[in-house]
């Protein structure tokens, strides 16, 4: 037997003994005892009376010490973040908590009643004060006292000023009901914010005109959006599972997704259809304690690209045009200027000599006035053809200096070699025997051809040397025309 037991029980036992021994004394004066009775019984009286004593200070420190205990637990369950409630088995509240108070104070005068959990729900359920239940009352507490004491999991109620309670209920053994409420506000609000801003964020996602990609850290696809579909012309079945490698050329099957965070960076890929995308894709990861996972969002800026190009070919064309002159296609005098500040310096540098042509169709006037200017035009194309023809090298350039005079530029090239340049473009055009009848020269087209060479010099405009040809083709139009005069001073 325990000790707290031996304490308990040792009134009980001692008062047994006490009514034993007043019964052997009476037992004793019945049959005539001894003297020494009445002082037998004077002490077994006393010995009552001390018993009774140590049994009713036993008591009162037994009853003290379960007030204590009573009001320990009841201050401990007053203290706990949960409301407690005790129902009997006849379901009638037997004790309950301030905290339950503190969530439905309008529910006191039926707590301090201990009133039933029917009466006091349909008391709530008058006062609406069960926001779920409202239009649906009867239905609403049938189903609850159905679940009641049952349920395997926590109920979730919204009650009064938007305060959200897990309600845990358990059956004692005794058919009574324990229940504990528990205040889960907190946690229901951020749940509630935060399906707000997943649903903020699927909808910006969803509508984006980026295509936006969620990739498991190896790379394969897990999500993509509609702008994304409509971009690669995948539907979103098809490119979930794939690499990211299925989507994007240029080496990035060979890369994970971490090696592609940092500054965008462009790439190219095909679109269903075959047709060539260029791409931006910017990469960024998704870390916390359960989730790693990258998004990538891939901006389309093919068009632009495209734009560029035609841009390019335009300018390009442009470039063209404004150094080519638009009758016959060769330089212009703009494209000619340019081409002779370059080689003249390039000869300096070079110590190369630098050659020009100075050409003139004679009595061109004439020919326009005896057949036209549109045969004149035709004319001057075929010349320009012709010397380009006799010139053949790339690097030489064939311009129209103005009206019926071009000019040839022949780098790398001494006097003589441009004498043979000249000689070839006479008899080229004599050969071609265009028909010229008005010219007092010939019944052809004829050239006037002023033909000079020099090296390059820093300290010497290089316009010295276009100088020089003028005079040696005017020359060679005092000489009688269709001829070549030459002037020559190497520097």
């Not at 008899?427 to 002023?450: F, K, M, Q, W, Y």
Request: with cysteine; hydrophobic share 45%; net charge neutral.
């Amino acid at each position: 037997m325990s000790r707290f037991a031996l304490a308990r029980s040792w009134p009980t036992l001692a008062f047994a003994l006490l009514l034993l021994g007043q019964a052997a004394a009476l037992a004793l004066s019945l049959g005539g005892g001894a003297g020494w009775l009445p002082w037998l019984l004077t002490g077994l009286l006393a010995l009552s009376s001390l018993l009774a004593l140590a049994a009713l200070s036993t008591l009162r420190r037994a009853r003290a010490k379960a007030e204590r205990a009573q009001r320990t637990l009841e201050e401990a369950i007053d203290a706990l973040p949960a409301s407690v409630e005790i129902y009997d088995e006849t379901d009638r509240l037997v004790a309950f908590n301030q905290r339950l108070v503190e969530i439905y104070p309008h529910m006191l005068r039926e707590f301090q009643r201990r009133a039933g959990f029917e009466d006091m729900v349909r008391a709530s359920l008058a006062r609406q004060g069960i926001p779920e239940a409202i239009g649906r009352e009867e239905e609403w507490l049938a189903e609850r006292k159905r679940q009641r004491g049952r349920q395997s999991a926590p109920l979730l109620q919204n009650v009064h000023d938007e305060i959200w309670l897990r309600v845990f209920e358990r059956r004692t053994p005794s058919g009574g009901i324990v229940g504990v409420r528990l205040d889960v506000s907190d946690l229901i609000h951020e749940q509630q914010r935060l399906a707000a801003s997943q649903a903020h964020l699927h909808a910006i996602i969803q509508s984006a005109m980026n295509g936006i990609l969620t990739l498991d850290a190896e790379g394969h696809v897990l999500e993509v959006n509609p702008s994304c579909e409509q971009l690669f012309g995948f539907s979103a079945a098809e490119l979930q599972g794939g690499h990211l490698s299925m989507l994007f050329s240029g080496g990035l099957s060979e890369l994970a997704p971490q090696s592609l965070l940092g500054q965008p960076r462009e790439v190219s890929a095909r679109h269903r259809s075959g047709e060539e995308l260029s791409l931006q894709l910017t990469m960024a990861e998704v870390r916390t304690a359960t989730t790693h996972l990258f998004v990538c969002i891939v901006t389309d800026f093919s068009e632009r690209k495209r734009q560029e190009l035609r841009l390019k070919r335009a300018n390009e064309l442009l470039a063209r045009q404004s150094t080519t002159d638009g009758l016959t296609g060769v330089g212009n005098r703009r494209l000619f200027d340019q081409a002779l500040q370059q080689e003249w310096l390039r000869s300096a540098r070079s110590g190369q000599p630098l050659a020009i042509l100075l050409v003139d169709i004679d009595h061109f006037k004439q020919y326009n006035d005896r057949y036209g200017h549109v045969a004149g035009d035709d004319a001057l194309r075929r010349v320009a053809t012709l010397l380009r023809s006799c010139v053949g090298r790339g690097g030489e350039s064939v311009c129209r200096y103005g009206g019926e005079e071009f000019v040839v530029l022949l780098v790398d090239t001494d006097l003589a070699g441009a004498q043979v340049v000249a000689q070839r473009c006479l008899d080229s055009l004599r050969l071609a025997a265009i028909e010229h009848e008005a010219s007092p020269v010939r019944p052809t087209l004829s050239l006037s051809i002023g033909v000079a060479a020099r090296l390059g010099h820093s300290q010497v405009a290089a316009q010295s040397l276009l100088e020089a040809a003028d005079a040696a083709l005017y020359k060679a139009k005092q000489g009688g025309r269709a001829r070549m005069v030459c002037e020559a001073r190497i520097a």
